[in-house]
């Protein structure tokens, strides 16, 4: 069962960075592209950022690009995301999820929540 | 960006009674290599979605018989034939024929 497994979410201050991470395990993670999405509270689901199952390709949400970053180390089976110059509005629950076909989400996390706040 | 249109924005059904939810896009989700690329998920209550239906009416695997999805070009439907209480959540359909990636705003079914 494919299993996908966010860490590093929390509290931050407006402007601060975090780096998430997504540990993936049950299926061959170098195959096939990832993706995160995230969920602010109460709100519906907001795609974020894609990256090739080699890491060589990535593409973002045009509220992220330039603040955001994707990327992935086949090596560990882990997947991350680094969010620089947070807002208040990148608060949310984040989700990694695998990508199917045309980069579909199939599988999902649980989510991590990053809350941004002063 | 396609605009992805759900309604309605809620649904009370009662257990072992049908539902339908509908899904438009503001552009056609014909791919030129003839998949449509429209997909369902479900979120349970404090749960990540959950893939249900992939290219419109084919079932993710493990989703029930009960759950059917119809449509092509720029309108779908998601139909549940008898629902059970487990069906209680949010849908969200979402196409990926071209990023970004958009979902609708997804359709509350409730049990009554």
Do not use: H
């Not at chain 1, 540990?23 to 969920?39: C, V």
């Not at chain 1, 795609?47 to 330039?66: F, I, P, Q, R």
């Not at chain 2, 056609?28 to 979605?49: A, F, I, N, V």
Request: with cysteine; proline share 5%; glycine share 10%.
């Amino acid at each position: 069962q494919v299993q996908l497994v966010e860490s590093g979410g929390g509290v931050v201050q407006p402007g601060r960075s975090l780096t998430l991470s997504c540990a993936a395990s049950a299926f061959t993670f170098s195959n096939y592209g990832m993706l995160w999405l995230r969920q602010a509270p109460g709100k519906g689901l907001e795609w974020v950022a894609l990256v090739s199952s080699d890491g060589t390709n990535n593409y973002y949400a045009d509220s992220v690009k330039g603040r955001f970053t994707i990327s992935r180390d086949n090596s560990k089976n882990t997947l991350y995301l680094q969010m620089n110059s947070l807002r208040a509005d990148d608060t949310a629950v984040y989700y990694c999820a695998k990508a199917g076909v045309q980069r579909t989400p199939d599988y999902w996390g649980q989510g991590t929540l990053v809350t941004v706040s002063s | 960006d396609i605009v992805m249109t759900q309604t309605p924005l809620s649904l009370s059904v009662t257990p072992g009674q049908p539902a339908s939810m509908s899904c438009k896009s503001s552009q056609s989700l014909l791919y030129s290599d003839g998949k449509t690329y429209l997909y369902w998920y479900l979120q349970r209550p404090g749960q990540p979605p959950q893939l249900l239906m992939y290219e419109v009416s084919k079932r993710f695997s493990g989703v029930p018989d009960r759950f059917s999805g119809s449509g092509s070009g720029t309108d779908f439907t998601l139909k549940i034939s008898r629902v059970e209480a487990e069906d209680v959540g949010v849908y969200y359909c979402m196409q990926s024929i071209q990023l970004p990636l958009t979902f609708g705003g997804g359709t509350k079914v409730e049990i009554k």
